[in-house]
T-cell receptor
Framework: IAGITQAPTSQILAAGRRMTLRCTQDMRHNAMYWYRQDLGLGLRLIHYSNTAGTTGKGEVPDGYSVSRANTDDFPLTLASAVPSQTSVYFC?????????????FGPGTRLTVL | GQNIDQPTEMTATEGAIVQINCTYQTSGFNGLFWYQQHAGEAPTFLSYNVLDGLEEKGRFSSFLSRSKGYSYLLLKELQMKDSASYLCAVIDSNYQLIWGAGTKLIIKP
């Protein structure tokens, strides 16, 4: 693995189904993030984690949950998908959550909820 | 509320220079990033400014004025591969990154 990976690349999901988006980084970064990106809107933070074992809510956390059992993995779960969760989801990581630490992004997961 | 403003779309000619502006109103300021995002791809880091002034990196430069809540990204000697969206993002007082909606730059031959 080089950098940050996400799976699946894309998914079509029936409303009401449970779905977990996977994210793995091999850079030993402390901080990880989940964003959604919708047309005409900026990236919006869903959840974040400053370090393994801790998580926090971002701007749009409702309907989503995360866990951070170890440094490398940061899965995002939709407990019961709704059509408004159709979006492109990006996972990102940074060395820390302080000012100058740039975020590195995964390739994204394109999710369609019908 | 917190707000980042960028033009939605700009068009420029190959070989020319273009300036993409970003104005922000945020609760505190701890730095500003510019990212590039090609269609269908992930954002990638371009520049970081925390002090006033110009940061130059090859064909790309970024300027910051904290007193004016203003930044710009300057792209010189434009190439077709520079066609992309350019995202401005500000770190607020809680170290959360606030993102603008991005400026889609179209380069014409």
């Amino acid at each position: 693995i080089a950098g940050i990976t996400q799976a699946p690349t894309s998914q079509i999901l029936a409303a009401g189904r449970r779905m977990t988006l996977r994210c793995t980084q091999d850079m030993r970064h402390n901080a990880m993030y989940w964003y959604r990106q919708d047309l005409g809107l900026g990236l919006r933070l869903i959840h974040y984690s400053n370090t393994a074992g801790t998580t926090g809510k971002g701007e749009v956390p409702d309907g989503y949950s995360v866990s951070r059992a170890n440094t490398d993995d940061f899965p995002l779960t939709l407990a019961s998908a709704v059509p408004s969760q159709t979006s492109v989801y990006f996972c990102a990581s940074s060395a820390g959550r302080t000012s100058s630490n740039e975020q590195f992004f995964g390739p994204g997961t394109r999710l369609t909820v019908l | 509320g917190q707000n980042i403003d960028q033009p939605t779309e700009m068009t420029a000619t190959e070989g020319a220079i273009v300036q993409i502006n970003c104005t922000y109103q945020t609760s505190g300021f701890n730095g500003l990033f510019w990212y590039q995002q090609h269609a269908g791809e992930a954002p990638t880091f371009l520049s970081y400014n925390v002090l006033d002034g110009l940061e130059e990196k090859g064909r790309f430069s970024s300027f910051l004025s904290r007193s004016k809540g203003y930044s710009y990204l300057l792209l010189k000697e434009l190439q077709m591969k520079d066609s992309a969206s350019y995202l401005c993002a500000v770190i607020d007082s809680n170290y959360q990154l606030i993102w603008g909606a991005g400026t889609k730059l179209i380069i014409k031959p």
